[in-house]
Each structure stands twice: as structure tokens, then as C-alpha cells.
């Protein structure tokens, strides 16, 4: 199946310090790619719709200038929490949607996830 | 607002048996339905999904239900094994006014497969 990697996959920071993270097509090419966060025993909740060659589309709540995200390839989308918190400690995951469908669908393929501890 | 939700946040079942994990959701503009499975500290996997013109889909041992009157739908695992033992999501897509199709998850069930 299609792969999306995810870099780092932990991540320790001091509070003020920026950290991005990095999201990872493989196997397939992306126009878009997702961004969620998961506090523990909670939903994934969506934070941002990336489109390759465009601005993201944030949901309402979350900060664009705090959670910068670029994509710059059909590949490759990151996010960049900047001046990080520890309220920001959670687990981030990105999602990948295969510029192809498969069988007249478009599946979503999901990072391994990074986890993001602020001190 | 949780417009999908799990009510049952976890499930314990006998190894052989039939696992059922529940799903409903409030908004009627959700047209394709997927379950993704979840081990901790790794991102979800697709399992098995249903478009909202079927009311079921099978594959191997899963078997998802879909009942739009009821706005509800179900994952049957038939035999459920130790190897099922994961947190379980359920998630409705809809088209977004960003021109991007959205999944909406459930809060997840965990369910967990007794030898």
C-alpha cells in the first residue's frame, strides 16, 4: 500500500523554540495533504488542508501563524510549529490523498505520526 | 459538535467471536464512510470503507453496514482475533467548501481480543 512517512517521529523542544515537522508522499504523488492533531483519548481533529503550489486552508481555532505549513512538492508538506508552548505538546499526523483513485475512490493515507513535547 | 461519534470508547471480546464496533453521525451531507484502525503511537491505517448509495461492504473478515435512514453504520469482525486489538476509528468524508474532500473522525473505540 502507499506510504506517507513522517519526520521526526519524537520530538523534545524547549518552550520558544520553533520545530518543523515533516510529511512524506513515497510512494505516490499528493496535490493535498492534511494535517491533524490527536490529544490522548480524543479524536483526530483536522487542522489544516495543504494544497500543493497554494496557501493552506486552516479550521476555524487554529492559528496560521503559529502552525505554518508549506507544500511545496507533490511529495512533500510540512508544518512548523513556531514559538512552541506546552500546550502545543500533542501528537501531530499528517495524511496524504493519492492524486490517483483507486477504483474510483481517493483513499487518504496516514503518516506514523509525531509526537511533540514541549518543555 | 461531534457530528460523527463512537459512544462505546472501548470493547472487549473472546477470541472466535464477533466484534461490533458502532458509529453515528449527524450530518446528512456525509456521503462516504471509511474505519481505520490504530495502534498506539502510529498514525491510522484504512480498513475497509462504504459509499453512502451501498448499505454494506465486505472484505474478508470485515464487514462494514451502513444505515443512512438511521444515520448509523457498524464494523463486524467475523472471527475476531488477538491481532485485531487496536483502536478502531470511524470517519465520514464530505466534499468542503476548500474543494477538497474532508474526513470527520469518531473519538475511536479500542477494542481489545481475549485469547
Known amino acids: 500500500g502507499a506510504v506517507v512517512s513522517q519526520h521526526p517521529s519524537r520530538v523534545i523542544c524547549k518552550s520558544g523554540t520553533s520545530v518543523k515537522i515533516e510529511c512524506r508522499s513515497l510512494d505516490f504523488q499528493a496535490t493535498t495533504m492534511f494535517w491533524y492533531r490527536q490529544f490522548p483519548k480524543q479524536s483526530l481533529m483536522l487542522m489544516a488542508t495543504?494544497?500543493?503550489?497554494?496557501?493552506?486552508?486552516?479550521e476555524q481555532g487554529v492559528e496560521k501563524d503559529k502552525f505554518l505549513i508549506n507544500h511545496a512538492s507533490l511529495t512533500l508538506s510540512t508544518l512548523t510549529v513556531t514559538s512552541a508552548h506546552p500546550e502545543d505538546s500533542s501528537f501531530y499526523i499528517c495524511s496524504a490523498r493519492d492524486l490517483k483513485p483507486t477504483g474510483g475512490l481517493n483513499k487518504q493515507y496516514f503518516g506514523p505520526g509525531t509526537r511533540l513535547t514541549v518543555t | 459538535d461531534q457530528q460523527v461519534k463512537q459512544n462505546s470508547p472501548s470493547l472487549s471480546v473472546q477470541e472466535g467471536r464477533i466484534s461490533i464496533l458502532n458509529c453515528d453521525y449527524t450530518?446528512?451531507?456525509?456521503?462516504?464512510f471509511l474505519w481505520y484502525k490504530k495502534y498506539p503511537a502510529e498514525g491510522p491505517t484504512f480498513l475497509i470503507s462504504i459509499s453512502s448509495i451501498k448499505d454494506k461492504n465486505e472484505d474478508g473478515r470485515f464487514t462494514v453496514f451502513l444505515n443512512k435512514s438511521a444515520k448509523h453504520l457498524s464494523l463486524h469482525i467475523v472471527p475476531s482475533q488477538p491481532g485485531d486489538s487496536a483502536v478502531y476509528f470511524c470517519a465520514a468524508s464530505a466534499w468542503s467548501g476548500a474543494g477538497s474532500y474532508q474526513l470527520t473522525f469518531g473519538k475511536g473505540t479500542k477494542l481489545s481480543v481475549i485469547p
Open positions: 495543504s494544497n500543493e503550489g497554494s496557501k493552506a486552508t486552516y
Open positions: 450530518n446528512s451531507m456525509f456521503d462516504y
